[in-house]
């Protein structure tokens, strides 16, 4: 960092700087001989038609150099020799004082040709990063937000350029990915580049969370790998055992509060959450309990996830708008939009059949933490038949291959999930499918030997 009493470099954007005609005959190009100067007669054509619509820029040399040349070429060869090629006696300039060091000369090279308008999406982003290190070089970093601090940051980057902290952060960050894998310029546009990059950097993400997965569990004997996955559902009351979880560390929250129906004693439908809350192995939610329960859930979700994490929250149509309104006070960002679960027309339910339609569709929100994004693009409807009564553990437990595709499509492979109500276990039978670290919680231990079954019949 450059420190207060040493001498500062001069702050170029405060030299006075004159505009002018100057003979093209008295600038020294030194010889500059740059690889590719493009279609040189479309220029020409061009400044036949329009004049020249950015000047070049020299520095005003303080004696004649050689007899022969007042100015220093400092950007525009390509413009220069389209008017020498045009036998054009007089040339539009930028004239800078004299006294320009090797630096200074470099960084109003790139800064003038940044602003170019005939420059490529390329060639720009990587003449942004290229005049951000100079300049860097130049002050030294900046590591204070004080008035008179020295040092160059990207904020004084994007203040010379004349854009926003993030575009010129963003812009750096491409003129990097440009230097590094250098085929991303034959993609041509800057939005095409962006694209290309997210992708890439998708790929670098989603490969770091195998090699961490692997390494954690990858080499462990299958019998000691069962355990693990066994040990995953962990018994006891959520907002306790979920203390032990550092913040911002979990991808996806799946969160399933078993939705606050009064159970009728005498229906058919319900006579199997009877059974099991009458052995102690299902306990409901009660509606006089259920406000406090979300929202504290939701709290804790968003406490654990990761900027960029998603939260799954299965809701009924009742609570609507007010679990909405709670997870943006919380400071999650929601929509109106929501994801499906149907469950084909041969699986409704209703409970007065000559006054309801059979009801097909079982709704969640996608909520996010920070900046998002969906790891595979898809409708919202999720169609998958019902865990066959026959083999459903739970009265209201989700389908394994519908749990797997909403785990696919919102997080990638080597992702952490979490599940504060995990009933069944499948949501973490379906993470550890897509090589997911899953844990869930559940206050009763009256299902988690199903679970460990599918664990023993889970193929690794």
């Not at 929250?313 to 609507?320: H, K, M, P, R």
């Given at each position: 960092?450059?420190?207060?009493?040493?001498?500062?470099?001069?702050?170029?954007?405060?030299?006075?700087?004159?505009?002018?005609?100057?003979?093209?005959?008295?600038?020294?190009?030194?010889?500059?001989?740059?690889?590719?100067?493009?279609?040189?007669?479309?220029?020409?054509?061009?400044?036949?038609?329009?004049?020249l619509i950015h000047p070049i820029a020299v520095m005003k040399y303080k004696e004649t150099l050689d007899d022969r040349w007042d100015y220093f070429l400092l950007a525009g060869g390509r413009r220069l020799k389209a008017f020498k090629g045009l036998e054009l006696e007089k040339i539009p300039a930028r004239?800078?004082?004299?006294?320009?060091?090797?630096?200074?000369?470099?960084?109003?090279?790139?800064?003038?040709?940044?602003?170019?308008?005939?420059?490529?999406?390329?060639?720009?982003?990587?003449?942004?990063?290229?005049?951000?290190?100079?300049?860097?070089?130049?002050?030294?970093?900046?590591?204070?937000?004080?008035?008179?601090?020295?040092?160059?940051?990207?904020?004084?980057?994007?203040?010379?350029?004349?854009?926003?902290?993030?575009?010129?952060?963003?812009?750096?960050?491409?003129?990097?990915?440009?230097?590094?894998?250098?085929?991303?310029?034959?993609?041509?546009?800057?939005?095409?580049?962006?694209?290309?990059?997210?992708?890439?950097?998708?790929?670098?993400?989603?490969?770091?969370?195998?090699?961490?997965?692997?390494?954690?569990?990858?080499?462990?004997?299958?019998?000691?790998?069962?355990?693990?996955?066994?040990?995953?559902?962990?018994?006891?009351?959520?907002?306790?055992?979920?203390?032990?979880?550092?913040?911002?560390?979990?991808?996806?929250?799946?969160?399933?509060?078993?939705?606050?129906?009064?159970?009728?004693?005498?229906?058919?439908?319900?006579?199997?959450?009877?059974?099991?809350?009458?052995?102690?192995?299902?306990?409901?939610?009660?509606?006089?309990?259920?406000?406090?329960?979300?929202?504290?859930?939701?709290?804790?979700?968003?406490?654990?996830?990761?900027?960029?994490?998603?939260?799954?929250?299965?809701?009924?149509?009742?609570?609507?708008?007010?679990?909405?309104?709670?997870?943006?006070?919380?400071?999650?960002?929601?929509?109106?939009?929501?994801?499906?679960?149907?469950?084909?027309?041969?699986?409704?339910?209703?409970?007065?059949?000559?006054?309801?339609?059979?009801?097909?569709?079982?709704?969640?929100?996608?909520?996010?933490?920070?900046?998002?994004?969906?790891?595979?693009?898809?409708?919202?409807?999720?169609?998958?038949?019902?865990?066959?009564?026959?083999?459903?553990?739970?009265?209201?437990?989700?389908?394994?291959?519908?749990?797997?595709?909403?785990?696919?499509?919102?997080?990638?492979?080597?992702?952490?999930?979490?599940v504060p109500y995990v009933g069944s276990g499948n949501t973490l039978i379906a993470g550890f499918k897509l090589k997911c670290h899953a844990i869930g919680f559940d206050s009763s231990d009256g299902y988690k030997d199903s679970y460990i079954v599918k664990v023993q019949e889970l193929v690794l």
């Amino acid at each position: 960092m450059a420190k207060k009493d040493e001498k500062q470099p001069r702050n170029l954007s405060e030299l006075p700087v004159k505009q002018g005609l100057i003979e093209v005959s008295r600038v020294n190009d030194a010889g500059r001989q740059r690889g590719d100067y493009g279609n040189i007669e479309e220029l020409k054509l061009s400044i036949k038609q329009k004049g020249l619509i950015h000047p070049i820029a020299v520095m005003k040399y303080k004696e004649t150099l050689d007899d022969r040349w007042d100015y220093f070429l400092l950007a525009g060869g390509r413009r220069l020799k389209a008017f020498k090629g045009l036998e054009l006696e007089k040339i539009p300039a930028r004239i800078y004082p004299d006294g320009l060091n090797a630096f200074e000369i470099k960084s109003i090279e790139l800064e003038e040709n940044i602003r170019r308008k005939d420059m490529s999406d390329a060639e720009r982003l990587k003449a942004i990063k290229q005049i951000h290190d100079l300049w860097v070089s130049m002050y030294g970093t900046k590591d204070s937000t004080a008035k008179d601090a020295g040092g160059h940051s990207l904020r004084d980057t994007a203040k010379r350029l004349g854009v926003s902290v993030g575009t010129a952060s963003e812009h750096v960050e491409m003129g990097e990915w440009l230097e590094n894998v250098p085929e991303l310029a034959k993609l041509g546009s800057k939005t095409e580049i962006k694209k290309a990059i997210k992708k890439a950097k998708k790929q670098v993400s989603q490969k770091k969370k195998i090699e961490r997965f692997e390494n954690e569990v990858g080499n462990k004997e299958e019998t000691e790998l069962r355990q693990i996955y066994s040990k995953s559902y962990i018994i006891g009351d959520f907002f306790e055992k979920v203390k032990v979880v550092p913040k911002n560390t979990i991808d996806l929250v799946d969160l399933d509060i078993d939705y606050p129906v009064d159970i009728d004693e005498e229906s058919p439908q319900h006579q199997d959450i009877q059974m099991d809350k009458k052995f102690g192995k299902y306990k409901g939610v009660p509606k006089t309990e259920f406000e406090a329960r979300m929202k504290e859930s939701l709290r804790e979700s968003y406490r654990v996830l990761r900027d960029g994490g998603w939260c799954i929250i299965w809701f009924g149509w009742e609570y609507f708008a007010q679990i909405q309104k709670w997870g943006q006070d919380i400071g999650f960002k929601t929509s109106w939009y929501t994801g499906k679960w149907y469950k084909g027309g041969g699986y409704g339910h209703t409970r007065n059949p000559y006054t309801y339609l059979n009801h097909t569709i079982e709704p969640f929100f996608y909520f996010r933490k920070g900046v998002a994004n969906i790891n595979i693009p898809r409708a919202d409807v999720f169609e998958y038949s019902p865990t066959p009564p026959s083999v459903k553990d739970h009265p209201y437990e989700k389908p394994i291959p519908l749990m797997y595709d909403i785990l696919n499509t919102f997080i990638d492979p080597g992702s952490r999930v979490l599940v504060p109500y995990v009933g069944s276990g499948n949501t973490l039978i379906a993470g550890f499918k897509l090589k997911c670290h899953a844990i869930g919680f559940d206050s009763s231990d009256g299902y988690k030997d199903s679970y460990i079954v599918k664990v023993q019949e889970l193929v690794l």
